[in-house]
């Protein structure tokens, strides 16, 4: 039994299509069937049924599945290990990140990149119900994202910053000028809100208790960069974090008014899993950012 033939299982199991399986593995389809049936010799048992229109995982196959995962996520730490013990930081960092969290990230990125060119980030950008899965799946080192309304099993939060979610309108909009908005004054103009399911979105379904046909909505959507261009006009307003429109330019944030809404940017770790240095110091240099140390202690 080899690595190899494992990961090439895996794949398959994960897929239950060889064709796709081998396009994502990078190999011929027949490379692929030839490893995966010198590991069912290996081991004595079929693990995959094969018909000419369908793969499907035999009891056996079911059964190393999670076994096989656990096996390559260790040898990928063994020599994760290794790499960070001797030769200094490199490999590859996994990072997940939601789309409000997305622009605390930029200085950061070209800082680490720059400090540490042998390190490969992988950025994936989803909402947060998504990013803890595949944090759990161990497919990312850890996840930048605003703190639950409720802890998570298994997964740690740490405090990065503190935020808040806010009114997020053109600087040309009726509402630009306000010190603050109530509920109130927001059900006389017309939002496009971030999709159900996204943090903001997420807490401001909370603090309006159901409410959200007393607004005149006009328009939901998952994609933040798409909203905040939607925003520029200057007829519609939002709600979104505050931190969602760093660097953006035409717009601003208005804090809502009596109403609890501090949103705590943190970092999130799988409890007692490895952390790699590369993780570590990327933590680092975005902890002492501008753009985190502008929203640390905030509310001083």
Not at 196 to 219: H, S, T
Request: with cysteine; aromatic share 8%; hydrophobic share 45%.
């Amino acid at each position: 039994m080899e690595l190899r033939q494992l990961r090439y299982f895996v794949k398959v199991a994960e897929t239950l299509n060889f064709s796709e399986a081998a396009k994502s593995l990078f190999i011929t389809q027949s490379t692929l069937s030839q490893q995966v049936r010198q590991l069912e010799d290996s081991l004595g048992t079929q693990l995959l049924s094969r018909s000419s229109h369908s793969v499907a995982l035999t009891e056996a196959g079911t059964q190393l599945l999670p076994v096989a995962k656990q096996t390559l996520l260790d040898a990928e730490l063994c020599c994760q290990r290794i790499h960070d013990l001797e030769e200094g930081l490199g490999g590859v960092l996994n990072i997940g990140v939601t789309y409000s969290f997305s622009p605390i990230l930029t200085e950061s990125l070209f800082s680490f990149m720059e400090k540490y060119p042998k390190v490969k980030l992988n950025i994936l950008y989803k909402p947060m119900s998504e990013l803890m899965d595949l944090l759990a799946a161990r497919e990312l080192d850890f996840v930048l994202a605003f703190k639950p309304s409720q802890p998570i099993q298994g997964v740690e939060s740490h405090y990065l910053f503190q935020n808040y979610l806010a009114v997020i309108v053109s600087e040309n909009h009726p509402l630009a000028k306000s010190e603050s908005v109530d509920l109130e004054m927001l059900k006389h103009f017309d939002l496009v809100l971030p999709s159900q399911g996204l943090q903001a979105r997420n807490l401001f379904d909370r603090i309006i208790n159901g409410g959200i046909a007393d607004l005149r909505v006009k328009m939901e959507l998952n994609e933040v960069n798409i909203l905040l261009k939607l925003l520029k006009p200057g007829r519609l307003a939002s709600v979104l974090a505050e931190a969602t429109i760093l660097n953006e330019t035409g717009i601003v944030a208005i804090p809502f008014k009596g109403i609890d809404s501090e949103m705590d940017g943190c970092v999130h770790t799988l409890r007692d899993s490895y952390r790699k240095r590369s993780m570590q110091e990327f933590i680092k240099i975005l902890s002492s950012s501008l753009a985190v140390r502008a929203r640390q202690n905030a509310w001083l």
